[in-house]
């Protein structure tokens, strides 16, 4: 799988080599890190890419991916999948940027990308939920075109869904 460009950022797909980089705290001597990279939300993203690994193999394109800049290189966060879609097509995604990233737009710039890459490879519904007081993720999920689905005592969840073929313009539902 390749990188995924963006007007202002690249999304590259993280190797299970990079992911233990991530989880210990140590670059290697290429990778360009951000201060304050890898988050927390980073880390236990990569431990989840690197059980799923373990047990099922490489999930792909819907694996994790490094949020870097695209004028740079430099490492500002990760996004991606919680895994492979299930039996009815859905996807969970999550994201999260460096404290001096946000506000900037990264975030749904990054899940719109993924947006398009969940829908290219035949993802029907793609899933993301926030603590009901993250009111900025809130936004970054609808600035990506997912909207709110219901909520919980904890979370506010968002969706979109896709019906038709990927290459319908105009094809995506609002969640019921």
């Not at 360009?32 to 988050?39: F, I, K, N, S, V």
């Not at 870097?68 to 490492?75: H, P, S, V």
């Not at 966060?77 to 996807?91: K, L, Q, R």
Request: proline share 6%; glycine share 14%.
């Amino acid at each position: 799988m390749g990188e995924l460009q963006t007007a202002r950022l690249v999304l590259h797909p993280m190797t299970t080599g990079e992911a233990e980089r991530v989880v210990a705290g140590a670059p290697d001597g290429e990778a360009r890190w951000a201060t304050g990279y890898p988050t927390e939300g980073d880390v236990l993203a990569a431990r989840r890419f690197l059980r799923t690994c373990a047990d099922t193999g490489d999930p792909g394109p819907f694996g994790n991916y490094e949020i870097r800049l695209r004028e740079d290189g430099t490492a500002i966060g990760g996004v991606g999948f919680h895994g492979p879609a299930d039996e009815t097509g859905t996807v969970t995604i999550g994201y999260g940027l460096i404290p001096s990233a946000r506000g900037s737009g990264y975030a749904s710039e990054a899940l719109r990308a993924l947006l398009r890459l969940a829908r290219a490879r035949g993802a029907t519904r793609v899933r993301g939920d926030a603590d009901h007081d993250n009111t900025a993720s809130h936004h970054v999920m609808t600035a990506a075109g997912m909207r709110p689905a219901g909520q919980d005592e904890r979370v506010r969840y968002f969706e979109t869904t896709w019906t038709g073929t990927p290459d319908a313009p105009d094809d995506r539902e609002a969640a019921p």
